[in-house]
Structures are given as C-alpha cells and as structure tokens.
C-alpha cells in the first residue's frame, strides 16, 4: 500500500471540514430563514396580547430618548406600560422624560440612588423595573434601539405561550454606508444566526437585552443574576444561559419584530461591547459554545487547508488535488451566499455577496483579538463597580 502524501492528506482534511462547514450552513445558519418562512405562514392566526411591561436602564442618552423612545411608547399593542430606569446622568435626560411622562401615561421613570455601589448599576436598574412591573411579562431593550415598526410588542407577544418563558428577539445596526457598518452588521448578523439557529434547535446558550422578553417569575425563580453579581455584565447572555431550555423558550425574527440599533458615534464603543462580551461568553454552561468555537476553527483549517492544497499542488504540477480543494470552496461558497441571500432579505440585511468571503476570513480573526484584549485586562475591569 502507498504511503500518504501531503496531497492525499490535504484532499482528506479539506473534504473533512468541508462536511463539517456544510453541515453548520445546512442545519444552523439556515434555520432563520426556515423560521421566518413558516412563521410568514402563520401570520394570520389571531395573537394573544397579554399585558406587558417594557424595560429599559438609561444614562446620559438624552438624544438616543429623544429620537427612540415615541416610537416604543406608539407601539400598536393594548396595554402595556413602559417603566425607564434612569442611572443619574449628567446630561437633561430626566428633563426629556417628565416631558414625555406628560404625553403618555403609560410611561414611568425611576432613579437609581446614588448612594447604590460596588454593584453593577445596569442590573440593579434592571431589578428596579422589574419590581415595579406591574406585570408578568417583561420586555427589555435599550436607549440607543428603535422598532422597525410599531408592530413590534404584538410580534414579540404571538409567541406568548403558557409554557414559554422566554423570547429571543432580534436586533442589528441600522443600515449606513461605508467599511465600519458593514462589519458589525455581518458581525452581528452571523451571532444571531448562530444563538437564534441554536435556539430554534431546541438548544439556547444565549440572549441578547436589546430584544429580549421573559416572565417576571423566571427572574424571580432563578433569583435574578445572583450566580454572577460579581460581574458587571451578563444580565441578559449570562442569564439566558442558565435559563433557558427546549421547552421554555421560542424565537421572534419577523420583519417587524427587529430592533434597529443606532451607530456607534465611535468605534470604541462597539470595541468595547465585544470585549465585555468575550468576558461573560467565557462563562457559558454547557457544551454549545465548544460546537461554536468548533464552526470557527474549522472554518479557518477548512481555509488553510484548501489554500494549501491549491499552493503546493500548483508547486509540483499535481493539479487533482488543487482541483478538488478549489471545487470544495467553491460549493461551500454558494451554500453560505444561499443562505446569507435568503435570510437577509429576510431581516432586511445588507447583501454581504462581494464581501462574504472578506468578512468569512476576518470575522473569527476580530473575535481573536478581543479575546486577546480581554485576556490583557485586569480581572476587576470586568467586575461590579
């Protein structure tokens, strides 16, 4: 029998991790787009609306409040009530909110004292509104968030079953030109893809508090974010996680539904979102963050292994196996265009089609370096304040 050679290795890694890419793109990223087909489908059902209660923790964002917060307060739902938790601020933020208070009823705001410390002060803002919820679903999101539309509420509430008790939502940057706004919405888009694909697996690891809903007992049976208190975030990936289940929790990506988040006014501040995430990701139970690191590692060999292949075939005249390796790219290639065309349109994306392969490459190489960046910083950055 003849010995293996580099070629015959090389066309067996890529083939490998080509099956491995495939199976990812088949059966995770594409279940957006499988969802929101099936749901678009079930848009006429009548939806249950029980009341609810919108949460959100605000500082110094007096223009976010300004340009964000009417459209929340004119959501076309029943009865709910929108509770503002306000973390002292050096700005008129509490001016803009009793002038809003006066035009709408259902909006009420509250003051985080400033004697509160050594305590991260966005979850105790978060117990705050909870508290003084008068209801039993919560709906939580941020100043700096807009509602696609004013349908928002009724979508989020259509998967308000008696046995749900959590609903992820989806949310993403608002589309702008340029370099910077297409990075952290393709960045954004494939973690959704990603948390909310797992999700509708039957296997949740994580939730994001820009569109995120839950029962106010789940707060209250899981004690709130005492397992990590300590940290100054996690209040909503981190308590999700411990959280969440097959039977307990459903997903909401309607167009309607989305969250439009505004731009950075600097590239620090999205910097710094991942860093402080890389820090409470770390923390994850179960197995679904090593199948989502595995997608990441094979996808960069999957890379290095075809570029080898077509490198060293083209260097000894041997052309099978760059042929092979090259085929192999070019199928995985339009799967992942397939699905990313199709689930854009669905939530109304940019077209990632010229830069998909860009973005494919360097996507794990930014979450490297925050990783790093995280590693670099002392332990209390992270930690309640």
């Given at each position: 029998?003849?010995?293996?050679?580099?070629?015959t290795?090389?066309t067996?890694?890529?083939?490998?991790?080509f099956a491995t890419q495939a199976t990812?793109?088949l059966?995770?990223?594409?279940?957006?787009h499988?969802?929101?087909?099936?749901t678009k489908q079930?848009?006429?059902?009548?939806i249950?609306?029980?009341p609810?209660?919108v949460?959100i923790?605000v500082?110094?964002t007096t223009?976010e409040l300004q340009q964000n917060l009417?459209?929340?307060l004119e959501q076309?739902?029943?009865e709910?009530e929108?509770?503002v938790i306000?973390d002292?601020s050096?700005?008129?933020?509490d001016?803009?909110?009793?002038l809003?208070?006066?035009?709408?009823?259902?909006?009420?705001h509250t003051?985080?004292?400033y004697?509160a410390?050594?305590?991260?002060?966005k979850?105790?803002?978060?117990?705050?509104?909870i508290?003084?919820s008068r209801h039993?679903w919560?709906?939580?999101?941020?100043p700096d968030?807009?509602?696609?539309?004013n349908q928002w509420?009724?979508k989020?509430?259509?998967?308000f079953t008696?046995?749900?008790e959590?609903?992820l939502g989806?949310s993403n940057y608002e589309?702008?030109?340029?370099w910077?706004?297409?990075?952290i919405?393709?960045?954004?888009?494939?973690?959704?893809?990603?948390?909310l694909?797992?999700a509708?697996?039957?296997h949740?690891?994580?939730?994001?508090?820009?569109?995120?809903a839950?029962r106010?007992?789940?707060y209250?049976?899981h004690?709130?974010?005492?397992?990590?208190?300590?940290?100054?975030?996690?209040?909503?990936?981190?308590?999700?996680?411990e959280?969440?289940n097959?039977?307990n929790?459903?997903?909401?990506?309607s167009p309607?539904s989305i969250?439009?988040i505004?731009?950075?006014?600097?590239?620090?501040?999205?910097?710094e979102?991942?860093?402080s995430?890389a820090?409470?990701?770390?923390l994850?139970q179960?197995?679904t963050?090593?199948?989502m690191?595995?997608?990441?590692?094979s996808?960069l060999l999957f890379?290095?292994?075809?570029?080898a292949?077509?490198i060293?075939g083209?260097l000894?005249?041997q052309w099978?196996?760059p042929?092979?390796?090259?085929?192999?790219w070019i199928?995985r290639?339009?799967i992942q265009l397939?699905i990313f065309?199709?689930t854009?349109?669905?939530?109304?994306?940019?077209?990632?089609a010229?830069?998909?392969?860009?973005?494919?490459?360097l996507?794990p190489?930014?979450?490297?370096r925050?990783k790093?960046?995280?590693?670099?910083?002392?332990?209390?950055e992270?930690?309640?304040?």
């Amino acid at each position: 029998m003849e010995p293996f050679t580099i070629d015959t290795i090389l066309t067996a890694a890529s083939g490998v991790l080509f099956a491995t890419q495939a199976t990812y793109h088949l059966s995770l990223y594409n279940k957006l787009h499988i969802h929101n087909k099936q749901t678009k489908q079930a848009d006429e059902a009548p939806i249950h609306t029980p009341p609810l209660s919108v949460i959100i923790v605000v500082k110094n964002t007096t223009e976010e409040l300004q340009q964000n917060l009417t459209a929340i307060l004119e959501q076309d739902y029943p009865e709910f009530e929108v509770i503002v938790i306000h973390d002292r601020s050096a700005d008129d933020c509490d001016d803009t909110l009793k002038l809003l208070e006066d035009k709408y009823p259902h909006l009420y705001h509250t003051f985080i004292p400033y004697s509160a410390r050594y305590i991260s002060h966005k979850k105790l803002g978060i117990t705050m509104g909870i508290k003084a919820s008068r209801h039993d679903w919560l709906v939580f999101t941020e100043p700096d968030c807009r509602p696609q539309s004013n349908q928002w509420l009724r979508k989020m509430a259509r998967n308000f079953t008696p046995t749900t008790e959590i609903v992820l939502g989806y949310s993403n940057y608002e589309k702008r030109s340029g370099w910077f706004n297409k990075k952290i919405t393709f960045d954004t888009l494939l973690n959704a893809m990603r948390s909310l694909g797992m999700a509708l697996s039957g296997h949740p690891y994580t939730g994001n508090g820009r569109n995120l809903a839950y029962r106010k007992k789940l707060y209250y049976k899981h004690n709130g974010f005492t397992s990590h208190l300590k940290l100054q975030r996690g209040e909503d990936d981190l308590f999700i996680n411990e959280t969440a289940n097959a039977r307990n929790t459903r997903v909401e990506t309607s167009p309607e539904s989305i969250m439009r988040i505004a731009m950075p006014k600097y590239k620090k501040i999205w910097y710094e979102e991942k860093i402080s995430y890389a820090a409470t990701s770390r923390l994850f139970q179960g197995t679904t963050r090593y199948l989502m690191g595995w997608e990441t590692y094979s996808r960069l060999l999957f890379y290095a292994t075809t570029s080898a292949a077509c490198i060293i075939g083209a260097l000894s005249h041997q052309w099978i196996t760059p042929t092979i390796a090259f085929f192999l790219w070019i199928i995985r290639f339009a799967i992942q265009l397939i699905i990313f065309r199709k689930t854009c349109k669905d939530l109304s994306e940019h077209k990632f089609a010229a830069l998909l392969p860009v973005f494919d490459i360097l996507q794990p190489i930014w979450n490297l370096r925050f990783k790093l960046q995280r590693r670099m910083r002392r332990k209390d950055e992270f930690m309640r304040k």
